[in-house]
């Protein structure tokens, strides 16, 4: 899945919780628990060198979680624990994708487990099925956006 969808309901999830650290965990968990939905994410649509073209979407993605986060930061009520469940919702895949790092959090033991639960919640559609993929996404995300207070 991509960022928007576990960032949008990680900040849905965050924006009811009084602790930070809940909130954080709160995130995490939802992330994982949207995984086992029938989707494509980035991994699914690269080729073995990324284009271009997969940079510029990964790229408009994270562009577009973090205008409704900061829409969201700038509401009048917002809730602070909002940003926390985000964080949460975005964090397993930064831990376990990011080229910078992911050689060795693949091999230390704790998030080698994790990187290994990650992979066994993915459940992608192909390519062909990229209309589905649009759908289910898009409405995790109207469905969260109703839920976060602003």
Same mark, same amino acid.
């Given at each position: 899945?991509?960022?928007?969808?576990?960032?949008?309901?990680?900040?849905?999830?965050?924006?009811?919780?009084?602790?930070?650290?809940?909130?954080?965990?709160?995130?995490?968990?939802?992330?994982?628990?949207?995984?086992?939905?029938?989707?494509? *994410?980035?991994?699914?649509?690269?080729?073995?060198?990324?284009?271009?073209?997969?940079?510029?979407?990964?790229?408009? *993605?994270?562009?577009?979680?973090?205008?409704?986060?900061?829409?969201?930061?700038?509401?009048?009520?917002?809730?602070?624990?909002?940003?926390?469940?985000?964080?949460?919702?975005?964090?397993?895949?930064?831990?376990?994708?990011?080229?910078?790092?992911?050689?060795?959090?693949?091999?230390?033991?704790?998030?080698?487990?994790?990187?290994?639960?990650?992979?066994?919640?993915?459940?992608?559609?192909?390519?062909?099925?990229?209309?589905?993929?649009?759908?289910?996404?898009?409405?995790?995300?109207?469905?969260?956006?109703?839920?976060?207070?602003?």
């Amino acid at each position: 899945m991509i960022a928007t969808p576990h960032i949008i309901v990680g900040s849905a999830v965050g924006s009811h919780i009084n602790s930070p650290w809940v909130a954080f965990a709160a995130g995490f968990v939802s992330h994982h628990i949207l995984d086992f939905i029938p989707h494509l *994410d980035y991994g699914v649509l690269k080729e073995k060198k990324t284009s271009v073209s997969t940079w510029l979407y990964i790229g408009l *993605d994270i562009v577009a979680s973090l205008a409704i986060l900061i829409y969201f930061l700038s509401a009048p009520h917002h809730q602070p624990n909002l940003i926390w469940g985000a964080l949460g919702g975005l964090t397993p895949d930064i831990v376990d994708n990011s080229p910078l790092w992911m050689y060795y959090t693949h091999r230390w033991p704790i998030t080698k487990q994790h990187w290994q639960f990650h992979l066994f919640a993915q459940n992608n559609l192909t390519p062909h099925y990229w209309w589905l993929n649009v759908l289910f996404q898009a409405t995790l995300i109207l469905i969260s956006l109703a839920f976060i207070p602003y």
